[in-house]
C-alpha cells in the first residue's frame, strides 16, 4: 500500500483534490521561461498525484464533481 493510498482520506477532507485540481490550470504570471517551466512541472505533478489517487472511488468521484462544477462556471460563447 502506498503513502497516497494511506492519505486519501485525509486529502479528500481537507480539498486536497481541490487544491491538486486548481493547480492543474496555474498560469505563469510573468511568462519567462524558468517560471513557465516550473509552473509546467507543478501541473504534471499534479495531473500523476490525480490519477493515483483517483484509484480511490471516493476520490475519483470528488474530482468529477469538482470538474463538473467548474465547467458549468465557465462563460458560454
Not at 481537507?14 to 512541472?41: H, I, P, T, Y
Amino acid at each position: 500500500m502506498s503513502v497516497l493510498d494511506q492519505c486519501a482520506s485525509e486529502i479528500l477532507e481537507g480539498n486536497g483534490v481541490q487544491v491538486l485540481m486548481e493547480m492543474l490550470f496555474e498560469k505563469s504570471s510573468s511568462g519567462n521561461s524558468s517560471e513557465l517551466a516550473a509552473c509546467e512541472r507543478v501541473q504534471q505533478k499534479a495531473a500523476v498525484t490525480l490519477a493515483r489517487l483517483s484509484r480511490d472511488p471516493e476520490i475519483a468521484h470528488a474530482a468529477i464533481k469538482l470538474s463538473c462544477k467548474n465547467f458549468n462556471a465557465l462563460p458560454m460563447v
